[in-house]
């Protein structure tokens, strides 16, 4: 089974930047999509963005575009959220998640960010 | 943007009885493939969420075929034909037509 693990979250003030990692177990990183959805304090799912296989096709919510940059190195099987000027509404958990068909697959134990000074 | 919208927002359940949620979207989710893009999720208390139903009806890969999904277009619903006491937690359903992603607000079934 695909094990995704995310890491680099962490306490940031408001207007600092994080870089968030995800590593993939699977032999097949490269063939999918993957996306980012965080989870605000007791609220409900945010999708944040997407990337394709070979990273040309990217999209971003609205909320976070000019902001957060999504990327991927799939010789390393690895997954990356730039996050800069964070701001206090970005404090959540954030999950790398695979994607196929449509669909979120396979989701990541989840990475806390929290921008507060 | 599609805008997904869940019903009820709480859902108090028996076990061995059965359940259903509703889901609408803004916009109809059926692309010219015949597919509806439409996934369903359960989130467990203190867990990530996990993929119960994609492409509007097809369960994903070791859920309980007591899960099923039926719809099209914009309409769809989610039915437990027999709850069990490990399906607590919140139900969201999500559109992976166009960009961006949204999700439903979630409904919390509870028993």
């Known amino acids: 089974e695909v094990q995704l693990v995310e890491s680099g979250g962490g306490l940031v003030q408001p207007g600092g930047s994080l870089r968030l990692s995800c590593a993939d177990s699977g032999l097949t990183f490269g063939s999918h999509w993957m996306d980012w959805v965080r989870q605000a304090p007791g609220k409900g799912l945010e999708w944040v963005a997407h990337i394709n296989g070979d990273g040309s096709v990217k999209n971003y919510v609205d909320s976070v575009r000019g902001r957060f940059a999504i990327s991927r190195d799939n010789a390393k099987r690895s997954l990356f959220l730039q996050m800069d000027s964070l701001r206090a509404e970005d404090t959540a958990v954030y999950y790398c998640?695979?994607?196929?068909?449509?669909?979120?697959?396979?989701w990541g134990q989840g990475t806390l960010v929290t921008v507060s000074s | 943007e599609i805008v997904m919208t869940q019903s009820p927002l709480s859902l108090p359940v028996t076990p061995g009885e059965p359940a259903s949620i509703s889901c609408r979207s803004s916009?109809?989710?059926?692309?010219?493939?015949?597919?509806?893009?439409l996934s369903w999720y359960l989130q467990k208390p203190g867990q990530s969420p996990q993929l119960l139903i994609y492409l509007g009806s097809n369960r994903a890969s070791g859920v309980p075929d007591r899960f099923s999904s039926s719809g099209s277009g914009i309409e769809f619903t989610l039915k437990i034909s027999r709850v069990e006491a490990e399906d607590v937690g919140v139900y969201y359903c999500?559109?992976?037509?166009?960009?961006?992603?949204?999700f439903g607000p979630g409904t919390k079934v509870d028993i």
């Open positions: 916009q109809s989710l059926l692309q010219s493939d015949g597919n509806n893009y």
């Open positions: 998640v695979r994607g196929d068909s449509g669909a979120l697959l396979y």
């Open positions: 999500m559109q992976g037509l166009r960009p961006p992603v949204t």
